[in-house]
């Protein structure tokens, strides 16, 4: 990767943050698996079609692509060498052909004109340095009349499990560090449905519809409780705070495991017919 806009999520995704979502990447990618069917209904790949996967992370959305474009193809970019290295690896596994990966900076990285036809995106995009560049960038990669589909969270509040849960969890514990506070705003950056709109400007049939989802922490409390904690290597937590953890996480208890509602926006949109720029 020669070119970076975003140096700070570079060095999150390059760092321990990157190394933990590669050595539990089936955890992350079972906690928000529950995005996958609105994902791929909008996106609606076809058989034949070239797909772009943007911050693909470890791979799993894009080799779900590269399955429905059986006779097409799908390229993940992300900005995480450990990720990507995960993601080859995973996708070699499992006998996925059609599939390749590039470590890159989507925003500025230059990607063929008019060279695919679906651009997705499972919660990559929030973490654009400046998101109307990047979109601006994205849309030269799609040919005219090309789709876009892309969840981002919404706005967190007290009514969300999700965003109730974890606000107790910062209280809890220890002040994050930098690499963790730098990703923890990037999530909110797209939540006002009106800033969507603003850098997306240009696109056609712009759609942000609310999703209602669940995401999956762990088999029980203690479980998840371990998962969260892990991603702060050398963190100590006494044990008066870790049961207090566990009981934030008791009530959302399931026989399918520990499960949160949370918010997203679905967005959709088409590269204009015209793209001229």
């Known amino acids: 990767m020669t070119q970076i806009a975003n140096s700070a999520q570079a060095r999150a995704w390059n760092g321990s943050l990157g190394h933990h979502w590669a050595g539990h990447h089936e955890r992350y990618d079972t906690l928000v698996s529950g995005l996958n069917t609105a994902l791929f209904d909008a996106a609606a790949i076809a058989s034949g079609d070239r797909v772009l996967d943007v911050g693909c992370g470890a791979g799993a959305t894009t080799r779900i692509a590269g399955r429905l474009a059986a006779h097409g193809h799908a390229v993940g970019v992300d900005i995480s060498a450990p990720l990507l290295d995960r993601a080859r690896a995973t996708t070699a596994a499992e006998g996925v052909t059609n599939v390749a990966y590039e470590l890159a900076d989507a925003q500025i990285h230059p990607f063929p004109p008019a060279g695919y036809d679906v651009l997705i995106s499972r919660g990559g995009v ?50 994050p560090d930098a690499a963790t506070v730098a990703v923890q705003a990037a999530m909110a950056s797209l ?33 998840a409780v371990g998962f969260i904690l892990s991603r702060t290597p050398g ?7 870790r049961e207090a953890l566990r009981d934030t996480l008791r009530p959302y208890e399931t026989d399918r ?21």
């Open 126 to 175: 929030m973490f654009f340095a400046d998101h109307a560049a990047a979109f601006r960038n994205l849309a030269r990669s799609l040919r005219p009349g090309g789709r876009l589909a892309f969840v981002c969270p919404r706005p967190a509040g007290p009514e969300v499990e999700e965003s109730r849960a974890l606000s107790l969890f910062g209280e809890l514990l220890d002040e």
């Open 191 to 223: 939540s006002d449905p009106e800033h969507i709109r603003e850098v997306l400007h240009g696109w056609d049939d712009v759609t942000v519809t609310p999703v209602a989802t669940e995401t999956i922490w762990g088999r029980d409390a203690a479980d």
């Open 235 to 241: 963190r100590v937590v006494d044990a008066d705070t």
């Open 257 to 277: 495991g520990v499960r949160l509602r949370a918010a997203v926006w679905l967005v959709t949109a088409k590269w204009r017919t015209d793209d001229s720029q």
